[in-house]
């Protein structure tokens, strides 16, 4: 199974866009690249998805690098309430494996 | 507003107990699923269920069997409860694997003593 690889911890101040990276070089080209975030004390909430090209929704942007070995969550400006950890998972479409990692913890800072 | 229940927030149980985690989702999702996370390890899938009464194993079924008798309910047992079982228990739901987008609940810390 593909695996992600992202960075364990990572701050932004409040106001400022936030840019969390995704490693999945050894994605395939059925996978689909899945970003969820999980506050305290809740379970994980569905953020954006893609399969090739950059995603927009009312939450974040998803920019996918073009041989899709890497991708980027961009929170255009974080608040407080965007403190979460975040995870970027692949899913191969049509199969129920999603590969969670160990997510990047973001700490937003007033 | 979608809506995935877990029946218990938190619960203490001894070993060699039967425990029972309950998960009920009100959207008429195919697919549910189990996941334990643990610190360090990230989630991990137990079991996935794609219809009433099947499911198929995921990536560490051992010491838990789960039930879906009905759609919306999705059950996950622990036979003989072990201290190693302590862990925080996600329930997830999906309409298909399409999309692919998944609902969780808040998640059942259990405490094995």
């Known amino acids: 199974d593909a695996k992600t690889t992202q960075p364990n911890s990572m701050e932004s101040n409040e106001e400022e866009p936030v840019h969390l990276p995704c490693n999945h070089s050894?994605?395939?080209?059925?996978?689909?690249i899945h970003w969820y975030r999980q506050l305290p004390s809740q379970g994980p909430e569905y953020v954006i998805h893609g399969l090739t090209s950059n995603v927009n929704n009312r939450m974040a942007s998803l920019a996918i690098a073009e041989d899709r070995k890497s991708s980027t969550l961009i929170l255009h400006r974080a608040t407080l309430r965007d403190a979460a950890v975040y995870y970027c998972i692949l899913r191969t479409s049509g199969t129920y494996k999603y590969i969670f990692g160990t997510g990047t913890r973001l700490k937003v800072l007033a | 507003d979608v809506k995935v229940t877990q029946s218990s927030r938190y619960l203490v149980k001894r070993t060699g107990e039967k425990v029972f985690l309950e998960c009920v989702q009100d959207m008429d999702h195919e697919n549910m699923f189990w996941y334990r996370q643990d610190p360090g390890l990230g989630l991990r899938l137990i079991y996935f269920?794609?219809?009433?009464?099947?499911?198929e194993k995921g990536d560490i079924p051992e010491g838990y069997s789960v039930s879906r008798e009905k759609k919306e309910r999705f059950s996950l047992i622990l036979e003989s409860a072990s201290t190693n079982q302590t862990s925080m228990y996600l329930c997830?739901?999906?309409?298909?694997?399409?999309?692919?987008?998944?609902?969780f609940g808040e998640g059942s810390r259990l405490t094995v003593l």
């Open positions: 050894t994605i395939s080209g059925t996978d689909y």
């Open positions: 269920s794609y219809d009433v009464k099947m499911k």
């Open positions: 997830a739901s999906s309409l298909n694997l399409g999309t692919g987008e998944l609902f």
